[in-house]
């Protein structure tokens, strides 16, 4: 048995904790047997700590093109591919609200688990998810740059409390992104990307993911933004304008042209 994952972005600027895209970085997890490059994982790998906790037996393998500890989902997809297949032995069904549940425990958050989930852009208040259709003749521009972060150090940050006007504004943002989204306008999304509450915090100590932001805007994003608690950044972008925005990237990093995953889980 294969479960296939797909990593996300999360945060999409002002949608901190709730909002996430899926993106077409796949982590494979087989059960049982390895299939094509997989290799065998260890006790400690998140994908095997969800799987036994579930109740899974067994030896696992993995894949995937998912860097770890740059902002792209890689443990929640594996947190999630390792509780779908203890799912699927145990009863032969994944029950998605339950999944969402454990793994948002696990993980500490909602918005990756969601969107590795049901794929696509999510939107999420821990319990619920909705699915948003993306703007069509979008890609998603991501920089990756050589340095990790931990999201535990990164969450730590974080200010404790924020301000009346700063909470109304990232709720005015938050929803104008998500208003833009569905409609499709992309100039409503670039106006409603900037984000007051976690990315200054964040990107104090990363300037060079300050910097691709604000590269990424002046180059044709129609939204850019930290990329879960980074360092890497994400921007979507006109296809056409893609290979452009990606070079004009700082050097500090490299960049890869993806597109939204439209599905989520997926069982072979």
């Known amino acids: 048995m294969r479960v296939t994952v797909p990593a996300s972005s999360a945060n999409i600027g002002p949608g901190f904790d709730c909002l996430g895209v899926a993106i077409d970085l796949p982590f494979h997890l087989d059960v049982g047997q390895s299939q094509e490059l997989a ?3 260890d006790e400690r790998h998140p994908a095997s700590l969800s799987f036994v906790a579930s109740g899974g037996s067994g030896p696992l393998f993995a894949e995937t093109s998912i860097p770890p500890g740059k902002g792209l989902g890689f443990s929640g997809a594996a947190r999630v591919a390792g509780l779908a297949a203890a799912s699927l032995q145990r009863s032969g069904a994944i029950r998605f609200p339950e999944l969402l549940a454990q793994a948002g425990k696990l993980e500490g958050h909602f918005d990756n688990v969601a969107a590795s989930i049901y794929g696509g852009l999510t939107a999420t208040n821990n319990e619920t998810v909705a699915r948003l259709q993306c703007p069509p003749g979008l890609s998603i521009v991501v920089w990756i740059p050589d340095n990790k972060t931990s999201t535990n150090l990164s969450r730590s940050s974080l200010p404790s409390s924020v301000s009346f006007d700063d909470a109304v504004n ?3 943002r938050s929803s104008l992104l998500v208003a833009a989204i569905a409609s499709g306008d992309l100039e409503a999304m670039r106006a409603a990307c900037h984000d007051d509450l976690h990315q200054p915090a964040r990107l104090a100590n990363s300037p060079d993911s300050a910097e691709a932001i604000e590269a990424a805007l002046a ?6 933004w930290l990329s879960g ?5 994400a921007a979507f972008v006109e296809h056409e304008q893609a290979e452009d925005l990606s070079l004009a990237l700082p050097n500090s990093g490299h960049c890869k042209i993806l597109q939204v995953a439209p599905y989520g889980i997926s069982v072979s």
């Open 39 to 41: 290799e065998e994982l």
């Open 170 to 172: 990232a709720v005015g």
């Open 219 to 224: 180059h044709g994003a129609c939204a850019s």
């Open 229 to 233: 608690s980074g360092p890497s950044v």
